[in-house]
């Protein structure tokens, strides 16, 4: 008897040690940290496996781990076919990853990232598992056999896919998972760039497109995690080697804002040419969808076969570019070549980044750009590589919209704190330039055309299309102008806001006093005796008829809790709004959805 019962407390003690974990892991901060290092971990791994799938899929199809090193050479175990086997590689590699797509992870087809922004949007950060299989093994066949397309689309979509079943398999609320599925994606841009402060703001900016502390905490803890695996195994030298930049003259800031014109406005034109090519091919194709790539392929060939440099990522060629080693047509013709190439692999159902291509499309553009500057004002313009550096980041900054991480990424490649001002300079004329010519970045594009606003729908906050009539709480037990601030402390102790209106004699609204502006005044011992109208303060009007949206809006933007709704065309305050309310209006809107 005795023995039976110490068997079933040795059997209920790992069991309320597991539900502790699970409860430390599910509910706690450090928890959530301990998640973003093994996320960060798996995605350090997962970028060295993917990384040498490539290498190794190159090195099939073409004889060489980097054909672009060599454009135009024939292959070495087909010296018979020439350069003509680069017509034949796209089209057997699509014959592979085709069918291995469409039938096991039709989310694995395309540039990967907007498939993640729709994950954590709309679907709480839940990613199929076999997605990162199926995209790695994709995406290296594809870029492997010459398909003009990045490598960092499908690291964010591997490392991404990785956070999400762990979140799935620890049972995490949704908050918690999408900041796992962000973690994963940092974790996979800094390993493959060895950039570990891009990853970051990458993941930060464009998947869960908000900064909080404890997100942004879990997100550079995964990152960090994942450029010390990557660089252990990879070493510590970045994946593109670039010249010292220099600034020659103060006078040269006006052409590079003139460089984020043009560069902006070509990253903005590359979104649209790989949309136009991608109906197009959606317009011709027939046949089945596994066959498309096999079919296209022999179609980005034959590109191939005219322009070889535009086989796979073309990491040589841009260092080529930048180096100096093209004329200014040639330069031209990669960048507008990139462009096709890529629409091309993208459009028959080729899987790999866009990421890559926006910056050899910049490298192009600005190489060509500081070239020319060059001949014509070689006083003023300083080395043409150095406009070809900052229209890397101007380019992608103008197709994607994220300043933040072009600006980061390019001082983590270069390592020169010189180089900051000019391309921030670039990279905000190019947003800028961007915002006018288009609603839509290269990555919502693709969300959009499929009915899916993100920037509205993380504006709403997923709050219901109500009023502020609807919802809002009694008012509040008001104070006057002439309360005296000793009085005022002690109802605003009271209040659960911690903020109260004020109305004047008349009982007009003159605005809001908050406990802490009253306790400072207090506590510094300079005023006895004062009153409450010495310290009003005003938050935006917010009236009966206002929709939800924008009354959270209103309160976010000032250092207030809550605030009086007023009578629509009055000044009589008729209820009360705060953060509460409208955080409870969103939670249940979340829950019953």
């Known amino acids: 008897m005795m023995m039976a019962e110490a068997a079933k407390r040795s059997i209920a003690l790992p069991v309320a040690v597991r539900g502790r974990i699970g409860i ?26 993917f990384r040498w799938l490539i290498t190794s899929a190159t090195e099939l199809f073409s004889g060489r781990p980097e054909y672009t090193a060599v454009p135009g050479a024939p292959h070495p175990w087909l010296p018979g076919l020439g350069i003509w086997f680069l017509v034949l590689v796209p089209a057997v590699a699509g014959l592979i990853y085709g069918p291995l797509v469409y039938w096991f992870a039709p989310e694995a087809k395309g540039h990967g990232v907007p498939e993640v922004m729709y994950a954590v949007s709309e679907r709480g950060g839940r ?9 790695a093994l994709a995406s290296a066949l594809c870029i492997g056999g010459g398909g003009s397309v990045g490598r960092e689309g499908p690291i964010v979509q591997i490392g991404s896919a990785l956070g999400s079943t762990m979140g799935r398999g620890m049972r995490l609320t949704e908050r918690r998972m999408r900041v796992l599925v962000a973690c994963g994606a940092a974790g996979g841009i800094a390993a493959t760039f060895n950039a570990p402060m891009a990853g970051p703001f990458f993941a930060m900016e464009l998947i869960l497109r908000d900064f909080t502390v404890e997100s942004f905490g879990a997100v550079v803890l ?20 670039l010249p010292a930049f220099h600034l020659q003259n103060p006078t040269e800031f006006l052409l590079f804002a003139l460089l984020g014109v043009l560069v902006g406005a070509s990253g903005v034109l590359f979104s649209k040419v790989l949309y136009r090519v991608e109906d197009f091919c959606d317009r011709i194709w027939r046949g089945p969808e596994w066959l498309r790539p096999g079919v296209g392929g022999l179609f980005l060939g034959l590109l191939l ?15 080529n570019a930048i180096n100096g080693n093209y004329a200014i047509w040639f330069l ?34 600005g190489t060509a750009f500081g070239l020319l500057a060059h001949g014509l004002v070689p006083e003023i313009a300083g080395s043409p590589g150095a406009y070809g550096l900052i229209g890397m980041g101007a380019a992608f900054a103008g197709s994607a919209r994220a300043p933040m991480t072009a600006v980061i990424i390019l001082f983590e490649l270069t390592g020169q704190y010189s180089i900051i001002l000019p391309l921030m300079l670039a990279v905000v004329v190019a947003t800028l330039i961007s915002r006018t010519l288009s609603r839509d970045t290269i990555y919502t594009t693709k969300l959009s055309r499929r009915g899916i606003d993100l920037d509205a729908r993380q504006r709403r906050g997923r709050l219901p ?89 209103s309160l976010v933007s000032v250092e207030v809790t809550a605030a009086p709704v007023l009578e629509e065309q009055g000044t009589q305050p008729v209820g009360w709004i705060s953060h509460r309310t409208l955080l409870s209006c969103m939670g249940t809107t979340a829950n019953s959805g």
């Open 465 to 553: 299309d109500r009023t502020v009539a609807d919802v809002m709480d009694p008012l509040p037990e008001t104070l006057t102008t002439r309360t005296k601030l000793s009085e005022a402390a002690q109802r605003l102790a009271q209040s659960t806001d911690s903020v109260l209106p004020v109305l004047d004699d008349e009982g007009c609204y003159r605005g809001c006093v908050t406990a802490g502006a009253v306790a400072e005044v207090l506590g510094d011992g300079t005023v006895d005796n004062g009153e409450v109208g010495d310290l009003l303060e005003i938050p935006p009007a917010i009236a009966s008829g206002t929709k939800l949206v924008d009354a959270l809006d």
């Open 332 to 365: 031209v013709v990669l960048l507008l070549g990139k462009m096709v190439a890529t629409s091309l692999t993208i459009g028959i159902g080729g899987s790999g980044g866009v990421f890559a291509p926006a910056l050899f499309i910049g490298g192009m553009g």
């Open 24 to 49: 430390w892991l599910r509910e706690r901060g450090s928890g959530l940290m301990a998640l973003a290092l093994l996320v960060g971990l798996g995605s350090g791994l997962g970028a060295i496996a």
């Open 305 to 319: 076969l005219v322009l070889p440099q535009m086989y796979g990522v073309g990491y040589p060629v841009l260092g």
């Open 222 to 241: 995964s990152s960090v995690t994942a450029s010390v695996i990557g660089r252990a195994v990879m070493g510590n030298e970045a994946f593109l080697s």
């Open 127 to 135: 990613i199929k598992p076999q997605v990162s299989l199926v995209k």
